[in-house]
């Protein structure tokens, strides 16, 4: 499948910025199930002071703002290949070791509620079966619901709230499958929907380490692993590592974000 997508973030500061700082991770790579085509990021207000690929080997960009600016501007557009290969990616690769990604982060540690979830699972059981029903578990006891969580909301309060976003989904899922044995990351991309082109923010999911598969894929909020649909963009031990903007600013006391978002399938000449 070809996918275009064209993503843009718009920032509106109240006051002129006297300083900010952004991290950047909006830049796919050609991997296991996808190939890019072409990628570019462009910025209006703001300028790449450097390049460079972090310890999750996600591609990374730092920018700075201009001073005086009340307004920053960030678009990316480009084309990947996709293929269904049943959320498999494969052997770990990278610069950390999977034992990594068996610890736990603030945002997935778990507490009572998540442990009683993964009441019965075991690490020791056909460990792909026992995923899918982790995956559905979680699904089951946080409904998809805006509103309720922010980047800010751990797994464990998004289970005791009983409402939550993929990003919780996938945080929920991750701090389950660590607290039984089992390496999981955090993965930040994009989906195309099957009933519109235009969304108001990308997608997150989860992977898992199975043995004899390597890393496989888990989108716990539509309750599938990832198809051709799917365009992987950064992996970390959670949202933090793996986040498509992060950053600081000073000399503003308020800001706006709006984000727009456009992923359709393209057709391939023959």
Known sequence: MRLAITHRTRYDFEEPVVHALQRLRLTPKSTSGQSVIEWKMTM???RCELEYEDHNC????????????????????????TDDQAGVI??????LPIWHFAGQSSLTKPGSAMKSL??????????????????SRVADCVKYETGFTTSETTAEEAVAAGHGVCQDHAHIFIGCARHIGVPARYVSGYLKMDDRTMQEAGHAWAEAFVPELGWVGFDISNGISPDARYVR??????????????????????DRVSVELEVMQQTVAQ
Not at 233 to 254: R, W
């Open 118 to 135: 993964v009441s019965g699972l075991s690490a020791d059981r056909d460990r792909l079966q026992m995923l899918h029903e982790l995956s």
């Open 90 to 95: 494969g052997r770990h690769a990278g610069h």
């Open 44 to 46: 209006e207000g703001a």
């Open 58 to 81: 996600n591609t990374t960009a730092l920018l700075s703002v201009e001073p005086g600016v009340r307004q920053v501007e960030i678009e990316c557009r480009g084309v990947i290949d």
């Open 233 to 254: 963009v950064a992996t970390g031990q959670d949202y933090k590592e793996a986040a498509p903007i992060t950053g600081m600013s000073f000399g503003s006391n308020d």
